[in-house]
Antibody, heavy 123, light 107 residues
Framework: EVQLLESGGGFIQPGGSLRLSCAAS????????MTWVRQSPGQGLEWVSL????????YYSDSVRGRFTISRDDSKNTLYLQMNSLRAEDTAVYYC????????????????WGQGTLVTVSS | DIQLTQSPSFLSASVGDTVTITCRAS??????LAWYQQKPGKAPKLLIY???NFGSGVPSRFSGSGSGTEFTLTVSSLQPEDFATYYC?????????FGQGTRLEIK
């Protein structure tokens, strides 16, 4: 059974940094692209960042590019999201997802989702 | 960025009804379209990928169709557990984008 367990969320002041982690199990982590998706309170879903299985190809939404960094450690079956220069509008539940397939600049869909971790940015 | 527009944004229906949600893309995305269901306080669940393929364990009353710029999700014979919010997502071009969501409520 695929399990994705996010951690690292919390309350942080504007301008601060947080690192989210997603511990994966139940599948061969190194074979899959992984994505972070967020959802602000009462709002819709927003794609944040994607990393291919090779760990070299990374992509970001315009709203986080230059502030957030996605990475993975296949030896630990863990996905990360380093979030710097946090803003109030980054307040959201952050979900880690396992993609069905990504390649050639396209993705098919997110097959599995974690339960999410809440990040609150406020003074 | 590719914009996805879902219609309607809100839908009221009864158990046993058949409903259809439409997702329109601002430019052609082939069949790189997925549908998700989200219930309050829960993570989204993949229903349909590649426009018409079932996610794991998805009941056959859910179906997806379309290509290019127009896609539909149909839910036949609505069950009480189907009342939720539905999102489409395009994966054709980065950044990946979602529709604004369709909230399906029980009448």
């Amino acid at each position: 059974e695929v399990q994705l367990l996010e951690s690292g969320g919390g309350f942080i002041q504007p301008g601060g940094s947080l690192r989210l982690s997603c511990a994966a199990s139940g599948f061969t982590f190194s074979d899959y692209a992984m994505t972070w998706v967020r959802q602000s309170p009462g709002q819709g879903l927003e794609w944040v960042s994607l990393i291919y299985s090779d760990g070299k190809h990374t992509y970001y939404s315009d709203s986080v590019r230059g502030r957030f960094t996605i990475s993975r450690d296949d030896s630990k079956n863990t996905l990360y999201l380093q979030m710097n220069s946090l803003r109030a509008e980054d307040t959201a539940v952050y979900y880690c997802t396992k993609d069905l397939f990504c390649g050639g600049g396209s993705c098919v869909g997110a097959a599995d989702w974690g339960q999410g971790t809440l990040v609150t940015v406020s003074s | 960025d590719i914009q996805l527009t879902q219609s309607p944004s809100f839908l009221s229906a009864s158990v046993g009804d058949t409903v259809t949600i439409t997702c329109r893309a601002s430019r052609a995305i082939g069949t790189y379209l997925a549908w998700y269901q989200q219930k309050p306080g829960k993570a989204p669940k993949l229903l349909i990928y590649s426009a018409s393929n079932f996610g794991s364990g998805v009941p056959s009353r859910f179906s997806g169709s379309g290509s290019g710029t127009e896609f539909t999700l149909t839910v036949s014979s609505l069950q009480p557990e189907d009342f939720a919010t539905y999102y489409c997502q395009q994966g054709h071009t980065y950044p990946i984008t979602f529709g604004q969501g369709t909230r399906l409520e029980i009448k």
